[in-house]
């Protein structure tokens, strides 16, 4: 078992839906990252939140919409997705600021657009 | 954009045989760090050597880094089926504020 959870494991919707994908983590880490990996590739960083305040976003499109309520969760939401964007979504957290730590994974979110 | 490249991108081996993976990198790192994924699961850490480190050992994993090189590389020893999987490495720019992940090495362990 992993101590990253992520939900829904998978996911199928539309173009038109709205979604979005949760993440937890109780190991008291303040850094979380959302990722997006196609097959066979290497994961691709999404965005990066430190102490609950977003740090990093790689120039992902506004249809990816990350949040942090809290120190233990993450969401990513959803809105208007293109097949492409159908791929597996992980969700990572290390100990304190930035990305000099190991980083712990969960088991990913598989998202298909219809 | 990949910092590092893995080779071999895929290796076959018989169970108890030595596999080894290669990443090279093309600038400056902080440290490098290497990941385990089976399929349909998330990354797991293996293994994290500094930049003024030159090898480091975990179990049956061994790990050496040559910065003068830009190169890093994996070794497992006495391999198990259960060591199927990709493996990646990951580097922390020094000049940067992310880990970027090489294209990783699939490897298929035969029982």
């Known amino acids: 078992d992993t101590e990253v959870t992520q939900t829904p494991k998978h996911l199928v919707m539309g173009m038109t839906n709205k979604k979005s994908l949760k993440c937890e983590q109780h190991m008291g880490h303040r850094a979380m990252y959302w990722y997006k990996q196609k097959a066979k590739k290497p994961p691709e960083l999404m965005f990066v939140?430190?102490?609950?305040?977003?740090?990093i976003n790689e120039s992902v499109p506004s249809r990816f919409s990350p949040e942090c309520p809290n120190s233990s969760l993450l969401n990513l939401h959803l809105h208007a997705l293109q097949p492409e964007d159908s791929a597996l979504y992980l969700c990572a957290s290390s100990q304190g600021r930035g990305v000099k730590q190991p980083q712990h994974f969960g088991d990913g979110t598989r998202l298909s657009i219809l | 954009s990949q910092q590092g490249e893995e080779d071999p991108q895929a290796l076959s081996i018989q169970e108890g045989e030595n596999a080894t993976m290669n990443c090279s990198y093309k600038t400056s790192i902080n440290n490098l760090q290497w990941y385990r994924q089976n399929s349909g699961r998330g990354l797991v850490h293996l293994i994290l050597?500094?930049?003024?480190?030159r090898e480091k050992h975990s179990g049956r994993l061994r790990v050496t880094l040559d910065t003068s090189k830009k190169s890093s590389s994996l070794l497992i020893t006495a391999s198990r089926a259960a060591d199927t999987a990709s493996y990646f490495c990951a580097t922390d720019e020094a000049a940067g504020n992310k880990l970027t992940f090489g294209g990783g090495t699939r490897v298929l362990v035969k029982p």
């Open positions: 050597i500094r930049s003024n480190e």
């Open positions: 939140y430190s102490y609950e305040k977003l740090s």
